[in-house]
């Protein structure tokens, strides 16, 4: 079985919002559905999409593990944009958490190691 799965960040400013999430990202979004919403395919078969909603902007919590943590955060450092809270947690998980314009949260955990 096939799942592709689609976390949704509501943002104010669509177009405001893009260039931030296209710097976050590396890269212009996967797709465009339509004028007010933008996918970037973070992983096969494994999307984050913001859309314009402005009464729900700013209440977004997206995180990923990841295998690479350093070498992400590293990477998106390198385009302009750091961490807005680091947090470790009893056994060594780390989580790195970024925030857009709208105070959503984009955060990328990884294990010990």
């Avoid at 007010?36 to 314009?52: K, L, P, S, T």
């Avoid at 992400?72 to 970024?98: C, H, L, M, Q």
Wanted: proline share 7%; aromatic share 12%.
């Amino acid at each position: 079985m096939t799942l592709d799965l689609f976390a949704g960040v509501p943002v104010t400013d669509y177009a405001a919002a893009v260039p931030w999430y296209e710097q976050f990202f590396g890269g212009p979004p996967s797709f465009l559905p339509n004028d007010i919403e933008a996918v970037w395919e973070v992983a096969e078969h494994r999307y984050v999409y913001i859309v314009q909603d402005p009464q729900r902007a700013g209440n977004a919590l997206v995180l990923s593990f990841v295998d690479d943590l350093d070498r992400r955060v590293a990477e998106i450092a390198r385009r302009g944009i750091e961490p807005a809270k680091r947090e470790r947690y009893d056994g060594g998980a780390t989580k790195v958490t970024y925030r857009d314009t709208d105070g959503n949260e984009i955060s990328f955990g990884g294990g010990p190691g």
